[in-house]
Structure formats: structure tokens, C-alpha cells
């Protein structure tokens, strides 16, 4: 008998709220270490873990997510399938820390400073550690054991938060941040032996290679397509730390980072929905894909609309209020970056990845833009500067992600009448305008405040009047207003919305 999956809302609202608690765990690094650390220190802190992010991104090659592909439609091969993926990343991990290691002029290569260097031993490590442990949420999300992955979340940046912090106050040096590292990867790799243990008794006891060779042809134009994902996400850092200064390239990665929460839902959301869409493609269900995608884009714009205009009035005051004035000059930055904040609602890797037909498109559409990317950031970089190169990336990102949405859509051979699922989002930006001009004036009004008054008080009264906003409007649904209701009778004894009967 096939046992019913657990609903999508159920298993979202684990990783969700796993996420939030480890956003709010995380956020302490960066405010605390800008506060220990000068401007040189924090550049070479962040290209150290620039190059170690992208060889966590990369070297994977889409290995660990064929679980979502594979586990959901698997019953007997299970434990071959995560062998493959352990053997896979042990192997890589291994020869990619081994070869920093023992050739530390590859990072001279990668970063034309030297500053990375001294610290090749510790990097290789931390490499061939982190890559290994980092299949451990991704794992028990596809075996849809929300529950441990939720788990694995708290728990890994708890520890990261603690282990980081306290080797960076009591050492103060750089390198105090690697040994935690080193120390949280040792950890988190125990933890995922456990896990696989468990959960698939026995896995390490057989490896077939065709089942190997099968997985490999899965995975090899995902990966490549992540391979050119990651180049592009991580390319113009590395442009930039070529032609710049690192506390330049200190100022230009603070602008350009990932914001804080803001892809936490988005990434909860697409954890959950690779393992279902996968399973419903197996059944034919299109048109339930159909509806779970466009639903996903209508949640996803409703908080990531407002926080881009949010963040385009109230900038410079987060900036200040969380980097320190010192970093006050990166807000040219994160302004662009907050342009790609809309577009991130539209997902496509649940539907890309379960329609493994459509994998070499993606592929092709990924390494057009990172050609365009590179084309533009050289060539713009000596005229408008650093500038220059984060404009040339925003362009390339929103070129790819509109073509691969409207690619999406045609596998799901949506019509004009499933648009009306996200009609909303036109409501939620007209709110946000409207919030933004309350918080402008605001800002005219208190023009010798505080930025951290100014932030706290702003934001508040943006949230304030864009609630109201679509509430009037009529961009909540009565399901969503039931939940506000749940979380604020907890936590404020209040009810915000009146629902009628």
C-alpha cells in the first residue's frame, strides 16, 4: 500500500520555521564580525568563503539533488541511490580540498591578491568537509523527513553561529574563523553518518555502477546547469576581487550578498515541492503542478515585492544600522540587487528538475547568460566600475529567469486562465508604493533622526500600511487571513482580519 504523503503546507511550515530560527541565529555573524574585524579582515573573511561557497555549489554537480528525483519514485534501489551520492561527494570533496592543499597558487590564480594563500590548508578542509556534510538537510528532505531536516537546520547553525563567534572573539584573526569551520564540518559529517545509518540501514554495504552511470546520466546536464547557475551567481564577485581592492571587494560583497531571510520561505517552498512535483509528474498530474507552481509564485511575490521597495527607501538606514557606517557606501549595490527581488518568486526548479527532457534547455539558457554576464561586466567594468559589473549581472539573471519561468509555464501548458492564480501580484506592488511614500515621508519628516530609529519606526509602518493595503484590496484570501489570525491570537491575543461567516 502507498502511504499518503504529508501535505505540502505541513512540510513547508517545518522548514520554514526551521529556517527563520536559523536566520535569526546567523544574522549575528555578520553584525558581530563587521564590529571585530577592519575592512581588509572582512574582505579576506568573505573571498575565503566566497571561493568556499562556490566549490560547495559546485562540485555536487546536481549529485545531491537527484535525491529529490530519485527517493519519491524509488523503493528498492534507495540505499544505491544515497552510496552513489556519499561516493560522489567524497570523491570530489577529497581531490578539490586535496589540491588546494597542496597547490595553494591555485587561490593566487582564482583571486589575484595573495590574501588567500596563507590559509590554503584550512581551506581544503573546510571544503572537503562542508561538501560532504552539506547533503544532510537536502537527504531527509527528499526522504520527506521534515522533522530531521528541520532539525539539521537549527541544529547546524546553531552550532556554526557559536563555534564562529567564539573563535572570532577570542582569536580575532582570520584564520580562528576556519578552525571553526573545520570544527562545524567534522561535526555535521558525524551527524550525517548517523542519519544515513538510520534511515537507510545497510546503504554502504553495496554500490552497483550501473545504477551509478544511470544517476550520473540524470544528473550531468542539471549539474552543468548548476555549474553555470553558480558561475553566474558567484562570477562578478570574483571580477570584482580581480580588479579591486579587497576593501573594495569588502563594500561591493556586503551590497551584493544574499539578504537576510529573504530567500528563507523561497527555500523551504522549493525544498518541499522537488520531492512532490517529482512524485505528481510520475502520475501525470499536470495540472495540479500547475496549480502548486503558480500558487508557490503568488506567496513568494506577496513578501518579496514589499521588501524590495522596502529596501529601496530604507537602505541606507539597514545598511548603517547592521554593517556599520563604514559599509554605508555599498547602498548603490544593494539597491540593484533588490531589483532581482520580484523575479525571485519565480520558481522553476522543482518542474526543470522533475521533467529531466527539458534539462538540456535549462543548460543551454544558463550558459547563454553567463557568456552575456561576462561579455557585459568586462566590458562596462573600465567605464562605470564596480557599478558596472553588478549591473551587468543583474541584467543577466533577470534574462534568465524570465526565459526559464515562461519555459516552465509551456511544460505545463498553462493557459491564459491560470494567470488569474497570481493576478495579485499587481495588488501587492501597487501596496508597496504606497507604503514606500508613507516611509519617504516619514524620513522628510525626522530628517535628524537615528537611522536605527528611523529603520525601526520605517519598517514598522511599512509593514503596517501594506497589510492594510492588500487587505483592502482584496489580495488576501480567506484561508491566509485565518492563518494571521492563528499566529496573532497566539503570540498578540489579537485578531488582525474579521472573516465573515
Not at 129 to 153: K, P
Not at 349 to 358: E, M, N, Q, T
Request: hydrophobic residues 55%.
Amino acid at each position: 500500500m502507498s502511504r499518503n504523503p504529508p501535505s505540502i503546507t505541513f512540510q513547508t511550515v517545518w522548514l520554514l520555521a526551521a529556517r527563520i530560527a536559523a536566520f535569526f541565529m546567523t544574522i549575528v555573524l555578520p553584525v558581530t564580525l563587521v564590529r571585530i574585524f577592519d575592512k581588509t579582515q572582512i574582505g579576506v573573511y568573505r573571498q575565503i568563503f566566497l571561493v568556499i561557497g562556490t566549490a560547495c555549489n559546485i562540485l555536487p554537480m546536481g549529485f545531491t539533488l537527484s535525491a529529490f528525483y530519485y527517493l519519491p519514485r524509488e523503493t528498492k534501489r534507495r540505499g544505491l541511490i544515497v552510496m552513489n551520492i556519499v561516493v560522489f561527494l567524497a570523491g570530489v570533496g577529497m581531490l578539490c580540498g586535496g589540491a588546494i592543499a597542496l597547490f595553494p597558487q591555485i587561490l593566487n590564480r582564482i583571486v589575484n591578491n595573495g590574501a588567500l594563500a596563507p590559509y590554503a590548508g584550512w581551506i581544503g578542509l573546510t571544503i572537503f568537509l562542508w561538501l560532504f556534510s552539506g547533503m544532510l538537510e537536502n537527504i531527509a528532505t527528499a526522504n520527506e523527513d521534515v522533522r530531521s531536516s528541520a532539525a539539521f537546520i537549527v541544529f547546524a547553525q546553531l552550532s556554526k553561529t557559536i563555534l564562529i563567534l567564539a573563535f572570532g572573539l577570542i582569536f580575532r584573526s582570520v584564520v580562528a574563523l576556519l578552525y571553526a569551520a573545520v570544527v562545524q564540518g567534522t561535526i555535521e559529517s558525524l551527524m550525517l553518518l548517523w542519519y544515513l545509518r538510520k534511515a537507510f540501514p545497510g546503504f554502504w554495504r553495496h554500490f552497483e555502477f550501473s545504477v551509478f552511470r544511470e544517476q550520473t546520466s540524470y544528473v550531468a546536464p542539471l549539474g552543468l546547469a548548476g555549474f553555470a547557475y553558480t558561475a553566474q551567481s558567484d562570477l562578478h564577485s570574483y571580477i570584482v576581487a580581480e580588479n579591486f581592492s579587497v576593501e573594495n571587494y569588502a563594500i561591493y560583497s556586503i551590497g551584493s550578498s544574499q539578504l537576510p531571510l529573504i530567500n528563507t520561505m523561497r527555500d523551504a517552498l522549493v525544498s518541499v515541492l522537488l520531492a512532490r512535483i517529482s512524485s505528481l509528474q510520475q502520475q501525470g498530474e499536470t495540472d495540479q503542478i500547475r496549480v502548486l507552481m503558480l500558487r508557490a509564485v503568488r506567496k513568494l511575490s506577496a513578501m518579496y515585492i514589499p521588501v524590495a521597495v522596502c529596501l529601496f527607501v530604507l537602505g541606507r538606514e539597514f545598511l548603517i544600522t547592521v554593517y556599520t557606517a563604514k559599509f554605508a557606501s555599498s547602498l548603490p549595490f544593494l539597491m540593484l540587487n533588490a531589483l532581482l527581488l520580484p523575479l525571485a518568486g519565480m520558481i522553476t526548479d522543482p518542474v526543470l528538475r522533475a521533467y529531466a527532457a527539458y534539462r538540456y534547455v535549462t543548460l543551454k539558457v544558463r550558459l547563454v547568460m553567463l557568456v552575456v554576464l561576462i561579455i557585459l561586466a568586462l566590458s562596462s567594468i573600465h567605464y562605470l566600475g564596480m557599478i558596472g559589473v553588478m549591473g551587468a549581472y543583474v541584467f543577466s539573471v533577470t534574462a534568465e529567469r524570465l526565459l526559464l519561468f515562461r519555459l516552465t509555464m509551456r511544460i505545463l501548458n498553462a493557459t491564459w486562465d491560470d494567470w488569474k492564480v497570481v493576478r495579485d501580484v499587481w495588488k501587492y506592488l501597487a501596496s508597496a508604493v504606497v507604503a514606500g511614500f508613507a516611509v519617504l515621508a516619514l524620513k522628510a519628516a525626522l530628517p535628524n533622526a537615528k537611522p536605527q530609529l528611523i529603520l525601526c519606526v520605517g519598517a514598522a509602518l511599512f509593514s503596517v500600511i501594506y497589510m492594510a493595503a492588500i487587505n483592502l484590496s482584496g489580495a488576501i484570501e480567506d484561508d491566509e487571513r485565518r492563518m494571521i489570525n492563528r499566529v496573532t491570537a497566539r503570540y498578540l491575543r489579537l485578531n488582525v482580519f474579521r472573516i465573515a461567516d
